[in-house]
């Protein structure tokens, strides 16, 4: 069964902390892995990673995929308060286009 | 990347009624999904709605309780039938149009039933 797990499921940290979450997976025909920030409701979009060590970034965030160990990490730099919210991943199948399978989530708590 | 309106946005909705949850996209997409996200939880794919054919079904989840309609490539309705108090979860649509942005998620319907 195609599952996706979280580590760790909360942390609290001070702004300007750096944090690194975790996200590993098992799915058959693996597709892509995607990261979503969720604050409220709608979980909005950060990156797609389909290939093995490269990684993406946008400002204080960045992304790699370990294709081989089925992990990839989500790092956030100096972070802000802004920055509190549930950081999601899921994966796709390369046979089920669109269809996610996300993991629990992490709860990242920034204080001032 | 497509926009996606949803709506209600919330709703308080009273045990054994029914509501129904819009999704319009502004653009033409091929495929529209439905989550599901209960309390403390993650999302949970309901269903995948088909333009012009029957939605298909997740394992645990039945059209009698959603049924779910897409007449349309710009258009989708979730229905949660005979509501109960286990029911309150945040409702959400997505299209599976694969972007450079990856999946879009509408804003999202936060559903109590009392």
């Known amino acids: 069964e195609d599952k996706v797990v979280q580590s760790p499921l909360s942390l609290v940290v001070h702004e300007g902390d750096t944090v690194t979450l975790n996200c590993s997976y098992e799915?058959?025909?693996?597709?892509?892995l995607l990261w979503y920030k969720q604050e409220k409701k709608a979980p909005t979009f950060l990156f797609m990673l389909t290939s093995s060590g490269i990684e993406k970034k946008s400002g204080r965030l960045s992304s790699i995929l370990d294709k081989k160990e089925l992990f990839s990490i989500l790092n956030i730099t100096a972070t802000q308060t802004g920055d509190s919210a549930v950081y999601l991943c899921a994966v796709e199948a390369r046979n089920n286009t669109g269809k996610l399978i996300f993991g629990q989530g992490t709860t990242l708590q920034v204080k001032p | 990347s497509a926009v996606i309106s949803q709506k209600p946005s919330r709703d308080i909705c009273q045990r054994g009624t029914s509501l129904t949850i819009q999704c319009q996209v502004d653009?033409?997409?091929?495929?529209m999904f439905w989550y599901r996200q209960q309390p403390g939880q993650s999302l949970t794919l309901i269903a995948t709605a088909n333009q012009g054919s029957e939605a298909t079904y997740e394992s645990g989840f039945v059209i009698d309780k959603f049924p779910i309609s897409r007449p349309n490539l710009t258009f989708s309705t979730l229905t949660v039938s005979n509501m109960s108090p286990e029911d309150s979860s945040i409702y959400l649509c997505?299209?599976?149009?694969?972007?450079?942005?990856?999946?879009?998620f509408g804003s999202g319907t936060r559903l109590t039933v009392v």
């Open positions: 997505s299209v599976g149009d694969r972007g450079r942005y990856g999946y879009t």
């Open positions: 653009s033409q997409v091929t495929m």
């Open positions: 799915v058959t025909n693996f597709r892509s």
